[in-house]
């Protein structure tokens, strides 16, 4: 069955790929599964149909027969635990790559969209100046940590995994700034990431979606 994904009619991050719908259409694409997307407004977000699949009315989820997911990084693993592709086969390994996903979404992703929704809604606050300092050091220290583990390899634990996938599209947010450009190695991992064939086509797909839909 054909599983059924949701995204933004008209997305805010204007096609960049920042959209959580991102992180499902490259899991899909990497695992080579067909899927359809349902396009929704930010009022239909907020309507009892959608919110009986996903309660805070966001987007993305995921139906599939009679499973209904929503938040990204789970629906990312039930793809990664239901195809081959984004999982190791051995049992530990397995197990970092799942954790590599909790620490992205966990430990490396909060202060890094806490400084994006920053930039935006506080600017006009007294406290800008020293609560983007502070979110900036944050995300510093967090990059430094995951530059030293990463070294020289091609990707956080042996091959590509989910856990690379959950990552690279948290240290995305970070390609307008310079920050991401202290860490070459973090540069380059992004970069390889962005490479891939399956990252290519879910970004032109949710490219597609932005430049179909006319601004209103």
């Known amino acids: 069955m ?3 994904i949701t995204a933004f009619e008209r997305s805010p991050d204007r096609g960049k ?4 719908d991102m992180r499902v259409r490259w899991a899909l694409e990497e695992v080579g599964q067909p899927y359809d997307v349902r396009l929704l407004s930010f009022k239909a977000m907020k309507e009892p149909a959608h919110l009986a699949i996903q309660p805070f ?3 993305p989820t995921y139906e599939e027969g009679d499973l209904a997911l929503f938040e990204s990084g789970a629906i990312v693993l039930h793809i990664a ?5 984004l999982l190791p086969d ?10 590599w996903m909790f620490a992205a979404l966990n430990t490396v992703e909060p202060p890094i969209f806490d400084r994006a929704l920053c930039k935006i809604l506080e600017r006009d606050k007294p406290w800008y100046e020293q609560r983007l300092r502070y979110l ?8 430094e940590r995951l530059s030293v583990r990463l070294g020289d390899a091609e990707w956080l634990d042996g091959a590509f ?3 690379d996938l959950l990552m690279v599209t948290v240290l ?14 973090l540069a380059a991992y992004v970069a390889r990431a962005e490479a891939r064939p399956a990252y290519k086509r879910a970004f032109d797909a949710q490219l597609a979606v932005f430049t179909a839909v006319p601004a209103g």
């Open 2 to 4: 054909t599983p059924t």
């Open 17 to 20: 790929g920042l959209a959580r």
């Open 57 to 59: 009315g966001q987007i």
């Open 81 to 85: 635990e239901r195809h081959a592709g």
């Open 90 to 99: 051995d049992a530990n390994a397995r197990a970092r790559a799942i954790a």
């Open 136 to 143: 900036e050091d944050s995300i510093r220290n967090r990059l």
């Open 161 to 163: 995994s989910a856990g």
């Open 172 to 185: 995305l947010r970070l390609k307008a700034s310079d920050i991401l450009d202290e860490y070459p190695n």
